[in-house]
């Protein structure tokens, strides 16, 4: 069975600080995605990021950066000098991998309400 | 990139009555569609997957006589909510696959917002 878990429900953190968003994940698939998403109050999903299972190295975009580690099942997100625009719900998600590398149906932790105060 | 649209974006119905939300790929085809819904401040959960051509293939728990997916062309899926009540009132969001090889895979609609009085 897949599942993912975001133990956090909600963090509160004041403008500028560091502020990281953990991500846990159950699967007996031995290829699959990894994603996280932003969800504002207006209700969109925004894609931040997509991992593969064999891609294990970390990435960084601006002030957003990803930590991959399979031996802990963990895809943990981390926001360096946070702003208020950040604030939003934030889901982590985890896809099995189809024939030919297309995603499956996605699964999504519970999110993580994130709420930056200026 | 590519774009999905949903519409309506916000619905209002009365209880008994049946509404029908659209996804719609833009400016690229898609073969598989997924539904999901998502009540608030809760997760998305996915209720289908909707091939075009082909029956939808609905999760466990989804009462595919209550919600009513269709995929006639590849860019278009429906999915309507049958004899509404309050309790389908819910977020309903879309995602369109495209094919592998491209960044994202599945694009998101902006979500319909059903609710039923």
């Known amino acids: 069975a897949q599942k993912v878990t975001q133990a956090q429900t909600e963090i509160s953190v004041v403008e500028k600080e560091d502020v990281t968003l953990d991500c846990v994940y159950e699967?007996?698939?031995?290829?699959?995605?990894l994603f996280w998403y932003k969800q504002p109050p207006s209700g969109e999903l925004v894609f931040l990021i997509r991992r593969n299972s064999f891609d294990e190295q970390n990435e960084i975009s601006g002030r957003y950066s990803w930590n991959f580690q399979k031996s802990t099942s963990s895809f943990n997100f981390t926001i360096t000098a946070s702003q208020v625009v950040d604030s939003a719900v934030y889901f982590c998600a985890l896809s099995a991998m189809n024939y030919g590398g297309a995603t499956n149906k996605l699964i999504f932790g519970t999110g993580t309400l994130l709420a930056v105060q200026p | 990139g590519a774009v999905v649209s949903q519409h309506p974006s916000r619905v209002i119905c009365k209880s008994g009555t049946s509404v029908k939300i659209e996804c719609r790929s833009l400016?690229?085809?898609?073969?598989?569609m997924f539904w999901y819904r998502q009540f608030p401040k809760q997760s998305l959960m996915l209720m289908a997957t909707s091939n075009e051509g082909s029956k939808a293939t609905y999760e466990q728990g989804v009462e595919k006589d209550k919600f009513l997916i269709n995929h006639a062309s590849l860019t278009l899926s429906t999915l309507t909510v049958t004899s509404a009540h309050p309790e389908d009132s819910s977020f309903y969001i879309c995602?369109?696959?495209?094919?592998?090889?491209?960044?994202?895979?599945?694009?998101f609609g902006p979500g319909t917002r059903l609710t039923v009085t």
């Open positions: 400016d690229f085809q898609a073969t598989t």
């Open positions: 699967t007996r698939d031995t290829t699959y995605y």
């Open positions: 995602s369109a696959r495209v094919p592998p090889g491209a960044k994202y895979e599945q694009y």
